[in-house]
């Protein structure tokens, strides 16, 4: 059985006295077995504070919300691996579609990423979707299949078992419509099916797939007992302690872990 896995994208929020406080309320009641896990993408200048406070939190960690793909050099303002791993955390999101939007990164560039971030034992979440026009133009298969493909790029199978997938529609993140469960179950059974064939069906089956785009507590049940839909990559929700905590316990009732 895969993996239930939701995490949260704090994105550009919080200081360091609001972490302080979500943490210690997030964890009050919280209960994760094996079959789960939750993870916290929390801004750079607070990952070493998180990683501190969670320790001893069975099955909960913390992650970048972005990295660098050179190791160290003359990249003002840049984030590597490195500093990454050192600072506690074991995560990192890849490919963000606020990255692609905001900061030109295409599928070469998530893939750079995509391999330094395993060459530094970081576990990476590769981020892909569709924008509304291109769904609205039948190119969904189109974008997502390559999108996939070449960010997965130069691989090897054995290092796929530390990759997960993030299906996040463009046009459902932060417009409060989210792709229905059948919407986002097609996609999630098409990028399963592009990683067996790559990387073999026992590779693919093992995969967790998560699907993010306004995500709440009243969608998270419907979408989490799709078969293929493996966990939720949570935004503007998550950064209430409480909601994101029930999300997590709805989820995991839902999809059977």
């Keep these: 059985m895969r993996k239930c896995v939701l995490a949260a994208n704090w994105k550009m929020n ?37 990683a501190d406070l969670l320790q001893g939190a069975k099955n909960v960690g913390v992650g970048a919300q972005n990295l660098h793909w050179e190791p160290s050099g003359a990249y003002t303002g840049e984030v590597s691996a490195e500093m990454i791993t050192d600072s506690g955390a074991r995560y990192v999101l890849v490919g ?7 900061f030109g990164e295409d599928d070469q560039a998530v893939n750079r990423k995509l391999r330094r971030s395993i060459d530094a034992s970081l576990r990476p979440v590769l981020c892909l979707g569709e924008t509304w026009e291109e769904r609205q133009g039948g190119l969904t298969e189109k974008v997502t299949t390559r999108s996939l493909q070449v960010g997965l790029q130069g691989i090897r199978a054995e290092d796929l078992s530390t990759v997960y997938v993030a299906y996040e529609p463009v046009w459902a993140i932060g417009t409060g419509r989210h792709a229905t469960p059948e919407q986002a179950e097609e996609v999630h059974t098409r990028l399963r099916g592009v990683i067996a064939s790559g990387f073999g069906r026992a590779q693919a089956e093992a995969i967790p797939i998560l699907y993010g785009g306004s995500t709440n507590p009243e969608n998270t049940p419907e979408l989490m007992r799709a078969p293929d839909i493996d966990g939720l990559l949570v935004g503007g929700a998550s950064l209430d302690p409480e909601k994101f905590r029930k999300m997590i316990e709805s989820g995991i009732e839902a999809c059977g872990c």
């Design 14 to 50: 919080h200081t360091s006295r609001d972490v302080r406080r979500y943490v210690d309320r997030f964890l009050k009641g919280l209960r994760l077995d094996d079959r789960a896990e939750a993870i916290l993408f929390v801004p750079f200048p607070y990952l070493k504070l998180v």
């Design 96 to 102: 963000h579609s606020e990255r692609r939007k905001y």
